[in-house]
């Protein structure tokens, strides 16, 4: 159906910002029929006149990182892709924001900024390959959320288009603003179905002076002394801006070392950083092991941290078909739920790689095994999540495992305000349709 | 005890007295409404129908519930303290005061975070933990008075959420009893990024037009190990503004940075809390630095070695707590203290970004020539949150409208060099209009859409934050409806 419409779209852009990719499967889905490259904010409008126009539907995408991340339908008629509306808008470095296109690449936008010793205080997974725009539709956050905030925390502007093209400014470029409703919250995790963000507006930290990391592993697995340390550290006033606790299977993977760990990072000027150090050394005793990332070491650590998440649109020979839960809960009930897990890894036969940060409440786990046994792990684990009054949910998983999962899990009390703010805004639900919660 | 039986055939009033703790928990009288008329923006006055008090959740969702029914407008109010006018009965609304639900229910410090009722008041939460080494960061500075569910309303902010953010971003989670009368759990547990769209960071700042918080769950925090104060005073207000930009260039993130101009000076010397601030300063900063004590006398030096290169007068660090608070007392009271040096005061409430403060002061310096009033500037300058009080006399007539005018006229310079009207007070029915300034029809369509789908029948808070259609906006609506159609 698509094609026959071809010509038209043939009008708005030019010859080598139009694929056809009806043919080609994505292992991942949330492909198009048609895949299109908007330059420029004017194209993106048209492009989502067009469609709405001719009713086709509409899948969104920055670099596809997340394209294991909800999604029911393999493809959609068109893929609005983003990946060549980048750069950087403007920088107000006496300010301290910066407003960038949605295709930038995260990593870029922080190398722009380390000439200005300023950051985006955001960690998140894949930093050069995730976009800003893909951060931001995921509300993604990374173990640091402790000392950083959220994407929810940091941006403070976006320009929005709606499915029928028009322009939507919500926030604005100043860092504190209650003029009306605070609609970037709205659009922030929404995963796409609302509206394509045009442009993000953020507000930025300077680069702290120094930083440290420090592991303190736990070579006897007693969640009791691993839940009275973290207490004692986060009930003083030291201000770590990470406080992740690792399983023994993913300190492995990360380390070679099989044990579960609290990994740290203190961030400030350095008489404080070494402070808190100091403070930690002072609570070691027998049995436990501190080990304090330097230089290199500590750079490579985090490297291969920020890079366990699989990437949603690689299917070259690094296909990884591993399962990714992301899991909130109550802060402390990670440990329980880390604990309640290790059981799913014998009865199921899989292996789960876990980690939560002590602090926020946030875990990611990773699961390996055969498709059935995962996804019977799937739902002990969402069970044990439910259990410590939390949620699991699957930010990765391929395309033909998804149809057979729930990916969500069970829709929360506020579900048809979702419903109705979804059809206030996109009311023939044009865009990543079926991609969030209960089908919106 | 006797009980005195209702004085009114109003059946709405005898119903609504049926379904709180009876006559105790209702007021109807003209007497009694009068003190509801308005809140802390005392320009626009209206009365209530009624002010009624429930205790619980259950009674709130009965109370809308029947509202909703019988097609009563109504509105929540917490302290009544807010500044653009939120809690404002404009259409004879059955005002459901919260004052009642003031429990502190529970607190959980190793999870950090607490849970409240609607009505506790801000400062109590701090108070209730502060042995323990934890506070409760958003600190309005009305704190002492202010409620929870207020600031969820409005968003507040205050002095320290420079370094600590506002008030969304210390929600964990709210009940809440929806203008149907229905209640929903958001953000089921206080558990963070709960699967679905975000209204928690929706509804608060809502201004109590889409729904009714009657719980919270809250984020709390551990006391900072220490923090230091720095006073400063600049002969030039260019050098203040220089000196707070070189401050955050520094990569210093204090946890408050304050400025007040010569005339704020002028009243806050004359008020409650005098200090002994010189009266011939064009400016004066108020630096917060906080968080490990190891680190922070190094962020000091810092501090005052900026300063000094822009030409401070006098600037040092506070000796001790007694001086520090002492400051802080003259500071927080600083809107009440403009009734010292005149008989009433607008505070306006705009956001511009830090490097334009100069320009902006210049313009406003402009806006109180032409209008004849004078303008004071409090200013929370480390995240450009700028409050002019424009000083005038509501006994000359046409001087309040006047106010008004320029108040608007500073909140136009803000929004045109690319900031915001309201940075923490919301727009309210003061700021309606001023909208404009800062959106386009269809943005605040794409707003009045939401609310839409919470408050269709606008029975709650009606008349609020948003301007009154324009022609345009009402066309656009039409031509969209038909097209649905």
């Known amino acids: ?440 | 005890m006797a009980r005195k039986k209702l004085r009114t055939k109003d059946q709405h009033i005898i119903r609504l007295a049926s379904m709180v703790d009876g006559l105790g928990s209702i007021l109807y009288e003209k007497a009694d409404l009068l003190s509801y008329d308005c809140d802390g923006f005392t320009i626009h006055t209206a009365l209530p129908k009624a002010v009624v008090f429930p205790e619980n959740t259950e009674e709130v969702a009965n109370i809308v519930k029947y509202c909703h029914e019988q097609g009563l407008p109504f509105l929540a109010r917490g302290a009544g303290t807010g500044l653009s006018g939120g809690a404002i009965p404009l259409n004879q609304e059955v005002i459901i005061s919260m004052v009642k639900m003031k429990k502190l229910l529970s607190v959980d410090l190793e999870n950090r975070r607490a849970v409240v009722e609607p009505g506790f008041v801000n400062l109590k939460l701090t108070n209730s933990i502060s042995d323990k080494g934890y506070y409760y960061a958003p600190d309005p500075s009305s704190q002492y008075c202010c409620t929870i569910g207020g600031n969820v309303a409005e968003n507040a902010g205050g002095a320290h959420c420079l370094k600590y953010g506002v008030t969304t971003n210390h929600i964990l989670g709210l009940e809440v009893v929806l203008p149907n009368g229905e209640i929903v759990e958001i953000g089921s547990n206080g558990v963070p990024d709960e699967p679905g769209y975000d209204l928690l960071g929706l509804l608060t700042g809502s201004e109590g037009t889409l729904g009714i918080v009657t719980k919270i769950t809250v984020r709390i925090l551990k006391n900072p190990e220490d923090k230091q104060t720095v006073l400063a005073y600049f002969d030039k207000i260019e050098d203040g503004s220089q000196a707070v930009s070189d401050i955050v260039s520094a990569g210093i993130v204090p946890a408050a940075l304050e400025m007040m101009d010569k005339t704020a000076i002028e009243g806050v010397e004359a008020a409650a809390f005098p200090v002994g601030h010189p009266k011939d300063i064009e400016a004066l900063l108020l630096i917060e630095v906080d968080g490990i004590a190891a680190g922070i006398g190094e962020q000091i030096e810092q501090i005052l070695d900026v300063c000094r290169s822009r030409n401070v007068r006098e600037v040092r660090a506070a000796k001790d707590e007694q001086e520090r608070a002492a400051w802080w007392a003259n500071r927080k009271t600083g809107f009440g203290a403009m009734g010292a040096i005149s008989p009433d005061y607008l505070v306006q409430d705009g956001v511009i970004p830090r490097s334009k403060l100069p320009e902006v002061l210049q313009k406003i310096k402009k806006i109180s020539d032409d209008s004849g009033l004078r303008i004071a500037n409090i200013f929370h300058a480390g995240d450009g949150n700028l409050h002019p009080l424009v000083l005038f006399d509501a006994r000359i007539p046409g001087e309040t409208d006047k106010a008004m005018e320029a108040g608007s006229a500073c909140l136009k310079v803000c929004a045109d060099v690319g900031g915001t009207i309201t940075g923490e007070h919301g727009v309210g029915i003061e700021k309606r209009e001023e909208m404009r300034f800062v959106f386009k029809d269809e943005e605040i369509m794409a707003q009045t859409d939401i609310r839409e789908v919470f408050n269709p029948d606008n029975l709650l808070n009606a008349g609020k934050l948003f301007p009154t259609p324009g022609r345009c906006a009402e066309v656009k609506k039409e031509m969209k409806e038909a097209a649905i159609s």
């Open chain 1, 1 to 440: 159906m698509i094609t026959a419409n071809l010509e038209k779209l043939q009008i708005l852009l030019k010859a080598d910002q139009i694929k056809d990719t009806a043919e080609t499967a994505h292992p991942y889905g949330n492909s198009g029929a048609m895949t299109v490259f908007p330059n420029n904010e004017n194209e993106i409008v048209a492009i989502l006149k067009f469609a709405t126009e001719n009713s086709f539907t509409v899948n969104i995408m920055g670099a596809g990182t997340k394209r294991g991340y909800g999604g029911m339908n393999e493809r959609a008629d068109i893929l609005l892709s983003l990946e060549k509306y980048t750069g950087i808008v403007e920088h107000h470095p006496g300010d301290m924001t910066i407003t960038v296109k949605a295709g930038t690449p995260f990593q870029e936008i922080q190398d722009h900024l380390k000439a200005y010793s300023q950051r985006i205080a955001l960690d998140p997974f894949l930093p050069e390959q995730t976009t800003i725009g893909g951060l931001v539709s995921s509300n993604d956050s990374g173990p640091k959320r402790l000392g950083y905030g959220a994407a929810r925390d940091a941006v403070i502007g976006l320009r929005m288009i709606y499915p029928d093209g028009t322009i939507i400014r919500s926030g604005g470029k100043v860092v504190k603003n209650v003029a009306g409703y605070d609609m970037n919250k709205l659009f922030i995790g929404s995963m796409g179905t609302i509206g394509v963000i045009s442009e993000v507006t953020i507000k930025l930290r300077p680069i702290t002076k120094a930083e440290s990391t420090m592991i303190i592993s736990f070579p006897i697995s007693d969640m009791g002394s691993i839940k009275n340390l973290s207490v004692r550290v986060l009930d003083s006033t030291i201000e770590p801006v990470c406080f992740e606790l690792i399983n023994p299977e993913l300190m492995e993977r990360m380390t070679g070392e099989k044990s579960y760990s609290l990994v740290m990072s203190f961030e400030d000027v350095e008489k404080s950083v070494s402070y808190q150090e100091e403070f930690i050394q002072g609570l070691m005793k027998d049995g436990i092991k501190l080990r304090r990332l330097k230089g290199e070491e500590s750079v490579q650590f985090w490297q291969s941290f920020y890079h366990l998440l699989p990437n949603g649109n690689k299917v070259d020979s690094q296909f990884r078909s591993e399962t990714v839960l992301k899991i909130g809960t109550i802060n402390m009930n990670i440990l329980s739920i880390l604990k309640d897990c290790e059981l799913i890894q014998d009865t199921n036969n899989v292996t789960i790689q876990a980690h939560g940060g002590l602090g926020h409440g946030i875990m990611n786990m990773y699961i390996n095994g055969v498709a059935n046994d995962v996804r019977d792990a799937i739902e002990k684990v969402r069970n044990i999540a439910q259990k410590h009054q939390g949620y699991a949910i699957i930010r990765h998983l391929p395309f033909e495992q998804r149809k057979q999962t729930d990916i969500w899990g069970p829709k929360p009390a506020a579900f048809f305000l979702f419903e109705g703010i979804k059809l206030k805004v996109d009311p023939n639900r044009i865009l990543n349709r079926n991609r969030y919660i209960g089908g919106i």
